[in-house]
């Protein structure tokens, strides 16, 4: 079993700064991406941003240019510095943990984190 712990998430005025975290622990041997999604009240989850263990990224149009992903993967932990938060940045934020394997011949499994909520209000 492997759990996502996230941290980071609050209160912030428009224009401000948050960064989240997001550490994987238990029996990891490999993860091949990490990333952050959100939902908002009454809207679908959606992806914000992505790392793959290579460091290749993918992020949402409404976040390009403000938000940053980064992995360290020896610590297994993924970050998301955000800048410029805009209040539709308000949202809960879960971490995932895409093709979690085991072992090295163990199938991969998909992980979420529970969530932490952020808050874009002056």
């Known amino acids: 079993q492997v759990q996502l712990t996230e941290s980071g998430g609050g209160l912030v005025q428009p224009g401000g700064s948050l960064r989240l975290s997001c550490a994987a622990s238990g029996r990891i041997h490999s993860i091949y991406a990490m990333g952050w999604y959100r939902q908002a009240p009454e809207k679908e989850r959606e992806l914000v941003a992505r790392?793959?263990?290579?460091?290749?990224?993918a992020y949402a149009d409404s976040v390009k240019g403000r938000f940053t992903i980064s992995r360290d993967s020896a610590k297994n932990t993924a970050y998301l510095q955000m800048n410029s938060l805009k209040p539709e940045d308000t949202a809960v934020y879960y971490c995932?943990?895409?093709?979690?394997?085991?072992?090295?011949?163990?199938?991969?499994?998909?992980?979420w984190g529970k969530g932490t909520l952020v808050t874009v209000s002056s």
């Open positions: 995932n943990a895409a093709n979690v394997r085991a072992t090295y011949s163990s199938r991969g499994i998909d992980y």
């Open positions: 790392i793959t263990g290579t460091g290749s990224t």
